[in-house]
């Protein structure tokens, strides 16, 4: 699904039209986040965003993951697994897994820590206690009521806050907002500047909610590899545009950039013709690594992966040592 684009505009005769179904869409959404959950036996960290849509939220649950880990912890990610078939509760194994099975962000985040996928959250949780969790990384969940939250980061793109600030379908948002900023400890903002996001940083603020900031920076390394070569960029993300303003950020310059809907699965005739584009004017495929674990299957889609360079996001918290304090309050919590 592609976000509709008056979602990101200020007014809109769309979003006034669609407002009597977003107050019940709403109203069903905050009853339902005030349901009390199971507990699990070991901290609960949950990366979740406000909105529809890509944020940062997997990138965060990687850096949040790496501090647990350093910390001494043996961190597990519990994610529902988007766009896989498989329900769980599964370990995801790359060995034998595939996006269709389990979905992209678990393949993805399987490269760093232990990935449980579970439709059932709590039933995903008391898994991944058994495999020797002794805390559970959620991506995604902020408005699931299955699994308590010890620990619950908003994470929020300074690119386009929170949209119109209207709830689905009139905007973005996955239910009132100030519904959501009650189950939250701290929000975590993505950019450089808060540009869009100004406003529901301050209200976070005024609600005596933790304010964090973080930076994603392309790989150093691959941006190397690729030297000054021209290249056909494509991502099939929440917000396409993130990844080819982050290109331009690393002097990389795509000739062409071709947008497809989060989670998009690749078909043959996608791998044939964006390969089809790069031999007409000699370019490099080069894509988000979300996206480059979604080339498999297919002929054509492994000549893509073969000749595709995926670009790996790292996440950077500026005070490192406020995120800390909030997972030591998580383990806290727990004694």
Known sequence: MRDPDFWWEDRSLAALLLRPAAFFYGAIAANRMRRTGKRANVPVICLGNFTLGGAGKTPAAIAVAKLLGDMGERPYFLTRGYGGTLSGPVQVDPAKHGARDVGDEPLLLARHAPVIVAHDRAAGAGFAESRGASAIVMDD???????????????????????????????????PLNAQLGLVDALLWIGERPQRAAGVIEKARSRNIAVLQAQLKLDTAAIKALGRKKVLAFAGIGDPEKFFAALSAADIEAAVEESFPDHHPYSADDARRLLARCDERGLIPVTTEKDFVRLAGSSELKTLAARAKALPANLEFKDESAVRKLLEKARTRRK
Not at 144 to 172: C, E, H, S, W, Y
């Open 141 to 175: 969940g902020l408005q699931n009521p299955a699994l308590q939250k010890d620990i619950v980061i908003a994470v929020v793109d300074t690119r386009r806050g929170i949209g119109n600030a209207n709830v689905f379908p009139a905007g973005p948002l996955r239910a």
